[in-house]
């Protein structure tokens, strides 16, 4: 059964930091291209950063500089570190999976407020 669980959302103050995992299980994980994506309240969801299988990676504009994504293909898992936090962070991050196939994990949430 595939499986993608994030975890590492919760408040922080603005300008503060946050560090996001997404698990993977179910599938050949080091094979497929990952990303972290957000959903705002009443917004479409956007792409935040893609990794590849041989570790490139890719950020929307306005995240570059503030976030880095990784992964550990040893433990079926991508990171997102999330530096420098502003109030319009705050958002549903979610975890996505595309080779063949396209899965998502259900999110998780990050508010940045004071």
């Known amino acids: 059964q595939v499986q993608l669980v994030e975890s590492g959302g919760g408040l922080v103050q603005p300008g503060g930091s946050l560090r996001l995992s997404c698990a993977a299980s179910?599938?050949?994980?080091?094979?497929?291209?990952m990303s972290w994506y957000r959903q705002a309240p009443g917004k479409e969801r956007d792409l935040v950063a893609t990794i590849t299988n041989t570790k490139s990676t890719n950020y929307a504009d306005s995240m570059k500089g503030r976030f880095t994504i990784s992964r550990d293909n040893a433990k079926n898992t991508v990171y997102l570190q999330m530096n420098s936090l502003k109030p319009e962070d705050t958002a549903v991050y979610y975890c996505?999976?595309?080779?063949?196939?396209?899965?998502w994990g259900r999110g998780t949430q990050v508010t940045v407020s004071s």
């Open positions: 179910g599938f050949t994980f080091s094979n497929y291209v």
């Open positions: 996505k999976a595309v080779l063949a196939r396209v899965y």
